[in-house]
């Protein structure tokens, strides 16, 4: 088990990393070459930029029970295809439950952005996002000394 992280725009890789290191797992972070991610000890992946490239990069080290930190939905549903798990930055699990929803809700928004409807923007990241996303991400990582 590993934690691969969406890093692009990601507030959450050092928490991600942190929690990692605590359950005694890897993490990789992926981003493109837009950023720049140096973390000690953490493999960083970067790739050209383009439209999905660092999901598509990101797939293929997915491996059953892998967790990725991702806020693309279409991303989280292709962890879920490889039987990996998926949390979003605000500690949304992904799941099969719920992604098919979200997925029809982000085209619906698509569609509406297309025709020129403005849309409301993700609220402002406060500290309650930061403690919500460990709590939900201690719950998918294996339990050596995380919950202490």
């Not at 720049?36 to 000890?41: A, H, I, L, P, S």
């Not at 509406?112 to 719950?139: Q, T, Y």
Request: glycine share 6%; proline share 4%; net charge positive.
């Amino acid at each position: 088990m590993k934690i691969l992280i969406d890093a692009d725009g990601c507030p959450v890789v050092d928490l991600s990393i942190r929690l990692a290191k605590k359950a005694g797992i890897g993490a990789m972070i992926f981003c493109d070459s837009s950023h720049v991610f140096e973390r000690e000890g953490v493999p960083t992946i970067t790739v050209m930029k383009g439209w999905d490239a660092v999901d598509f990069e990101l797939i293929k080290y997915i491996e059953t029970g892998d967790i990725v930190v991702t806020q693309d939905y279409g991303l989280a549903a292709m962890a879920l295809a490889k039987e990996g798990r998926a949390i979003s930055q605000n500690g949304l699990v992904f799941t099969p439950a719920n992604i098919d929803q979200l997925l029809a809700s982000r085209h619906m928004a698509q569609k509406a952005r297309k025709a020129k409807v403005r849309l409301k923007g993700p609220a402002k990241r406060i500290l309650e996002d930061d403690v919500a996303f460990e709590m939900a991400l201690k719950r998918l990582l294996p339990p050596h000394n995380i919950h202490q």
